[in-house]
């Protein structure tokens, strides 16, 4: 069984920074492709970031490019989502998810998926 659970989540002003980790338990994680998801109310869950297992991969979506940064501590199981220049766009639930076999954008790819964690940017 493997379980994520993210944090980190929070309020912060626009231009702000915030970092969302995610807690992975299961032998999976050494050789899972990590991702980030995030939704907005009354909007479909959207990609935001993703790293292959080892790390030599990234991924991100246009409106994150530049200002995320997407990365693992393989050590402690954990991927974390550095969000830096935050707008109000980016307010939306944070979900972190793991795919055993695929890398990339696509949610259908992901097998398992953390409970989410709110990001507020103000104006």
């Known amino acids: 069984q493997v379980q994520l659970v993210e944090s980190g989540g929070g309020l912060v002003q626009a231009g702000g920074s915030l970092r969302l980790s995610c807690a992975a338990s299961?032998?999976?994680?050494?050789?899972?492709?990590m991702g980030w998801f995030r939704q907005a109310p009354g909007k479909e869950r959207e990609f935001v970031a993703a790293i292959r297992w080892d790390g030599a991969f990234t991924d991100y979506a246009d409106s994150v490019k530049g200002r995320f940064i997407i990365s693992t501590d393989n050590a402690k199981n954990m991927v974390r989502l550095q969000m830096n220049s935050l707008k109000p766009e980016d307010t939306a639930v944070y979900y972190c998810?793991?795919?055993?076999?695929?890398?990339?954008?696509?949610?259908?790819?992901?097998?398992?998926w953390g409970q989410g964690t709110q990001v507020t940017v103000s104006s």
């Open positions: 998810a793991a795919s055993s076999r695929w890398f990339g954008p696509s949610r259908g790819q992901y097998d398992y």
């Open positions: 299961g032998r999976i994680f050494s050789s899972a492709n």
